[in-house]
């Protein structure tokens, strides 16, 4: 069974910075994408960023030069530093792994974190 356990999310001002923290783990063999979604209230859940395991990244645009992902594939594990927050980016951020092997030449699957509030507010 694979978890994704994240971190990191809180009560910030605007222009204030927060970092997430998401780290699989479980029987892995390889995890080729990881990614950060949010979810704000009465909104479709939409993509924040993703990174592949060569660190190839994409951005919303609403993030770009504000949000930076990164990974650590050793330890099956994705960040994603958030700075100069607005309002708007109150959300239920969750944690994404894609194209998660358990074997060598098995199947791949898809897992979800449970979520963390991040809410910026004054």
């Known amino acids: 069974q694979v978890q994704l356990v994240e971190s990191g999310g809180g009560l910030v001002q605007p222009g204030g910075s927060l970092r997430l923290s998401c780290a699989a783990s479980?029987?892995?063999?390889?995890?080729?994408?990881m990614g950060w979604y949010r979810q704000a209230p009465g909104k479709q859940r939409e993509l924040v960023a993703a990174?592949?395991?060569?660190?190839?990244?994409n951005y919303a645009d609403s993030v770009k030069g504000r949000f930076t992902i990164s990974r650590d594939n050793a330890k099956n594990t994705v960040y994603l530093q958030m700075n100069s927050l607005e309002p708007e980016d109150t959300a239920v951020f969750y944690c994404n792994a894609g194209g998660v092997k358990l074997a060598r030449y098995g199947y791949e699957y898809m897992y979800w974190g449970q979520g963390t509030q991040v809410t910026v507010s004054s």
């Open positions: 479980g029987s892995i063999f390889s995890i080729n994408r």
């Open positions: 990174i592949t395991s060569s660190g190839s990244t």
